[in-house]
């Protein structure tokens, strides 16, 4: 069974760029989390989708926005990049809806902002 | 607000030595406690995860233990491993479920050979 894709692994912008990233779930799994890891501040959740619907959002700035598609997939997207926004951005799906139920991590998308 | 804690931020042990980390949490509410390990250029994955009903679950050489009533969690490791060194990441479901999970700072182990 094929584990979480990211694509892709690695980018670099530079401030005020905006920048889509992508995440293909485990095949069967309906929720999908997206985290921002910094060395600072550790994994800090940005938003879940369950069923292409946003089931929940975290303490950021409408910069960060998302969404699933029907067949579960799901992006994120941040515009007007900050320099701040440099981070590992991971993404977790699971079987229904996150709480309580095991995440599966993809590898991450590594974004520099310059 | 919801918070957990983990200590120490880094551990070193020598091969074979026993590891221990600890994470404490703000709500009496919370059920569900996972730990997961991030090796360099990877992903978190699940290594165990405890349920509010039980205080101590095994998986081999990796044990976790609940104290609800001084909400507090821990990660023991026997028998350490060179591959055992990692980060190490604690959390925790608040809210009755209804939020997605809090992440402790982690911990970078290093197991010496």
């Known amino acids: 069974k094929a584990g979480v894709t990211q694509t892709p692994r690695y980018l670099i912008k530079t401030r005020g760029q905006q920048v889509t990233l992508s995440c293909s779930p485990i095949?069967?799994?309906?929720?999908v989390s997206w985290y921002q890891q910094t060395p600072g501040q550790g994994l800090q959740f940005l938003f879940e989708y369950f069923s292409e619907t946003q089931r929940n959002k975290g303490n950021f700035p409408g910069r960060f926005s998302g969404r699933q598609f029907s067949n579960s997939r799901s992006e994120m997207n941040v515009s007007t990049l900050e320099l701040g926004d440099s981070a590992l951005y991971l993404c977790?799906?699971?079987?229904?809806?996150?709480?309580?139920?095991?995440?599966?991590f993809g590898p991450g998308t590594r974004l520099t902002v310059l | 607000g919801e918070n957990v804690e983990q200590h120490p931020s880094t551990l070193s042990v020598q091969e074979g030595d026993s590891a221990v980390i600890k994470c404490t949490y703000s709500d009496s509410a919370s059920n569900y406690f996972p730990w997961y390990k991030q090796e360099l250029g990877k992903g978190p994955q699940l290594i165990i995860d405890i349920r509010s009903n039980v205080g101590e679950k095994k998986d081999q050489r990796i044990a976790v233990t609940l104290n609800k009533t001084a909400k507090h969690f821990s990660l023991h490791i026997t028998e350490t491993q060179p591959e055992d060194s990692a980060v190490y990441f604690c959390a925790a479901i608040f809210n009755s479920g209804n939020t997605p999970l809090v992440f402790g700072k982690g911990t970078r182990l290093s197991v010496i050979a």
């Open positions: 095949s069967g799994h309906r929720s």
């Open positions: 977790a799906s699971s079987l229904g809806a996150s709480a309580g139920n095991e995440q599966f």
